[in-house]
């Protein structure tokens, strides 16, 4: 059992401040429309910029973006993917061409028709352009088959492009604004709400009016929508208990006994998990990681409920393995695979031929200090000695992806399965910035996307236990991702995005 050093109130965010609060509690009785007057919601992070070509993103901004634009697709509360602006979809024999039908009732807010022409420009601008996720929409082709007719044709079948279609690759913008320099502050989408611009203040409050022609306003349940940015928990804190929100994105889950004495709801979903990402397994910078034993050892050095308990009050779930319980590939047995052992993975480092250790370069910041102390502390007690670097909180990522050391502590959304391997385990992914590639990976990988959907499953299988047996990483929980909701309030939470869908929310009758 490692020594404990600090709460879990310690790693919260990085460079935490308050932004913003514009305060009134929200109004949810009905008006004519049967609709709550105003919904007030907190967010953690504001939009960089509203423009899909520059700054779309999803996760803890896609309340910004689902409240101004449609996307192509939708996901339901259980995650599950269904029709929105395409109605249909189709995919032709090899997978590599998507059929798109779209809804013929749909306009923009400036009055232009939403249109299968404007669709493939939408998409386009998103893939040339320089938005987070841009990339995941490299070598696909958009034609418009008719005016309600879509195709997507792909380099290679695609198994994750549904799921993107229902995320910030699928927002659909009108292309009159894309040479417009306001459009980064002034959307014109097709959304359920409409930004009033002169009432917001950029970076700090957003203020939304039901959009009176929106194609679907059954799913509309509010008039009005108010967006307050709070990045510090303390402030989110003290803004819930006065009552000036319906709900509220928590970040400190130490936090959650008080909410919910002061009568709110929490309502928790599971995305990321945090822990060891072992990136140099070929041993390029750090020889030592080329062995498996060395990376097993690092598995077995971690007290994974401790930690838990530690860093995030107890609120999560300890795994081993990075794919989600949501997996095809998800194997329960996997979590046992390595018990919190210091002897055991001492006796591998010296079955490795480092039987007095070895000293790991790694990076560290001051927002997750304690994390990182800990981190060190339980590698020092079976023998590795840990040199930290602090690169800057801004380097951080760029640092860890250039890649200038070889292992480091990290937190990472649990993606489904082909977008997760290719965040992650593609020789070419992201998260994998030595390219270190294994003949048995990429073979699971080509049978994932090309086999059927019985063998994609079982490759998928085969691919976690794989890379768990390597152990390609040292996972030590799933974070509980939670919100929050006022006893006026009712909330689906989906499963799938750390911010909850606009559409999930309701007066509570």
């Known amino acids: 059992m490692f020594r404990w050093k600090a709460t879990a109130a310690t790693i919260a965010i990085a460079a935490l401040a308050l932004t913003g609060c514009a305060g009134g509690q929200g109004d949810t009785g009905g008006g004519d429309s049967g609709r709550g007057d105003r919904l007030t919601l907190t967010a953690i992070v504001a939009p960089t910029s509203y423009d899909i070509g520059q700054g779309a993103e999803w996760g803890n901004r896609s309340p910004f973006f689902q409240a101004v634009f449609d996307t192509l697709l939708q996901k339901n509360a259980e995650g599950e993917i269904e029709p929105w602006l395409a109605t249909e979809w189709e995919y032709n024999d090899d997978n590599t061409v998507l059929t798109l039908t779209l809804r013929a009732d749909v306009e923009f807010t400036d009055g232009t028709p939403l249109d299968a022409e404007a669709v493939v420009a939408s998409l386009e601008y998103y893939r040339d352009g320089t938005s987070p996720q841009a990339a995941t929409m490299a070598g696909k082709e958009f034609a418009a088959v008719d005016a309600t007719t879509v195709t997507i044709t792909l380099p290679a079948p695609d198994p994750s492009l549904v799921n993107l279609l229902s995320n910030s690759q699928g927002l659909i913008q009108a292309p009159s604004t894309f040479d417009d320099p306001d459009s980064a502050t002034n959307p014109v989408g097709s959304g359920p709400y409409v930004l009033d611009t002169a009432a917001s203040v950029t970076g700090t409050t957003y203020l939304y009016t039901a959009n009176p022609d929106y194609w679907n306003p059954e799913a509309v349940k509010y008039d009005n929508l108010t967006i307050n940015v709070l990045e510090d928990p303390t402030a989110t804190l003290n803004a819930l208990k006065a009552g000036e929100m319906n709900g509220a994105k928590i970040v400190a889950n130490d936090t959650i006994p008080e909410i919910e004495a002061s009568g709110w709801t929490i309502e928790a979903n599971e995305l990321d998990f945090q822990g060891m990402l072992l990136f140099d397994r070929a041993g390029t910078m750090a020889p ?3 062995d498996v034993n060395v ?7 971690f007290d994974r409920e401790a930690l838990l308990e530690a860093l995030q009050s107890g609120y999560g779930t300890v795994t081993e393995q990075v794919f989600p319980e949501t997996s095809v590939g998800y194997d329960e047995a996997l ?6 052992d210091p002897e055991g993975a001492k006796d591998l480092l010296a079955e490795a031929g480092y039987p007095n250790g070895f000293t790991l370069n790694m990076m560290s910041t001051p927002a997750f200090q304690t994390t990182f102390d800990l981190v060190a502390q339980q590698l020092a007690d079976i023998g590795i ?3 930290y670097t602090d690169p800057g909180t801004g380097n951080f990522i ?3 992806l250039a890649p200038k050391y070889p292992a480091t502590w990290m937190a990472l959304e649990q993606n489904p399965d082909w977008q997760l391997i290719n965040f992650m385990i593609a020789p070419m992914a992201t998260f994998n910035p030595f390219h270190y590639e294994d003949p048995q990976v990429n073979e699971y990988i080509t049978t994932i996307q090309m086999g059927t959907e019985e063998e994609a ?3 998928t299988a085969d691919l976690n236990a794989y890379i768990v047996d390597q152990a390609w990483f040292a996972p030590f929980y799933r974070v509980q991702g939670t919100y929050a909701v006022d006893a006026n309030t009712d909330l689906e939470f989906w499963p799938t995005n750390a911010y909850p869908s606009l559409f999930g929310f ?3 009758s």
């Open 506 to 508: 309701s007066p509570k």
């Open 398 to 400: 760029t640092d860890m």
């Open 288 to 290: 030592e990681l080329a």
């Open 457 to 459: 499953a079982q490759a």
């Open 295 to 301: 990376r097993r050892a690092i598995n077995m050095a």
């Open 335 to 340: 979590d046992d695979t390595y018990g919190y």
């Open 385 to 387: 000695t840990v040199n």
